[in-house]
């Protein structure tokens, strides 16, 4: 990827990835691609057939097949799956779990690998997961690992769904973040794991508009230094 500067973000859940790096990404005109996303996209799939999690070659053959795109409409993100407008479908609780049934699925991370890697063109872009630095973009010339402590984390997604006008306990939120914290770090395919050269930045103290300025202030360097890419 000779000229192109690839920026990966990893994480867990809650961090504000999405959030910081939708700001970056409009702000620095990157193609950003959340890859949650994609994983979700192929969990909806997955319990659109029943639930696919114990058949991993069928459902990555849906993952291989699946038209998916995501792209900007002011600074939100639409995602279409095979040309369905999917954005509030991808969000569902019930989404959530099976995207980390099926995020654990060899099968199904080697079906996803060659979109991401191939996204963009030769355009500069912006990918946050949980293997972007390890695995899809090794030699990224920029790597974040954004985290925060997991209170911090069920504290800021129970507020969300609280503003969406849903019911939530957050001992029960807590609960389903270690849950899911747990499923993606000790997994045995491409676990959630900062890069060893990846730059650490805990969120726990910092407002959003500092998340976005941090994050912000690393990119500037890497988007001037062309030459040195490549
Ligand atoms: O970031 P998220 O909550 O939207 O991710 C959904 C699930 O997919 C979550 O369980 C982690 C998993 N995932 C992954 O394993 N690798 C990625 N690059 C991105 C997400």
Redesign the pocket.
Known sequence: MPGRLVVAVDGP?GAGKGAVCRFVAVKFHLQYLE???L??AVALLSLRFGGLTEDPERLAGLARGMAFQYHPVKDRFIATLDGEDVTLALRDESV?ME??RV?ALPAVRKALLDFQRGYGGDKNILLD????GTVVFPEAQLKIFLTASVEERAKRRALELQERGETVSLPRVLEEMRL?DT??RERAASPMLAAEDAVLVDTTSMTLAESQQRVAALITPALITPLMRG
Request: proline share 0%.
């Open positions: 859940a890859t949650g996303a994983y979700r959530s995207a980390s995020a997961g949980r293997d972007i899911r499923r993606d």
